[in-house]
């Protein structure tokens, strides 16, 4: 088992920029690449971000590419995701995901492809 941890996510205006992390432990050693993901009220869960945990590889949404950076440091067994100039849209709760299979290219959009789940963090962006 892996236990995901978020933290970082809170009320901030457009424009601004948010940090968020997200610390794994248990048997981190077989994870094989981290994401995060986001969910609007209404609306279905989505892929923000990923990246793999022995290359660094990374995977971006189209609405969030040149604004979110994804990154890991193996060391702590954390993952981050910066986000910089937020839009009111980006409000969601965002969830950091581990996956323990090496995923083939097709299915890394796909919630049902991680094992493992944080409990989410709150990001909302006022405008």
């Known amino acids: 088992q892996v236990q995901l941890v978020e933290s970082g996510g809170e009320l901030v205006q457009a424009g601004g920029s948010l940090r968020l992390s997200c610390a794994a432990s248990?048997?981190?050693?077989?994870?094989?690449?981290m994401a995060w993901f986001r969910q609007a009220p209404g609306k279905e869960r989505e892929i923000v971000a990923r990246i793999t945990w022995s290359t660094g590889s990374t995977y971006y949404a189209d609405s969030v590419k040149g604004r979110y950076t994804i990154s890991r440091d193996n060391a702590k067994n954390t993952v981050y995701l910066q986000m910089n100039s937020l839009k009111p849209e980006d409000t969601a709760v965002y969830y950091c995901a581990a996956a323990n299979w090496p995923q083939p290219m097709g299915v890394i959009t796909a919630a049902a492809a991680y094992a493992y789940w944080g409990q989410g963090t709150q990001v909302t962006v006022s405008s």
């Open positions: 248990g048997r981190t050693a077989s994870m094989t690449a």
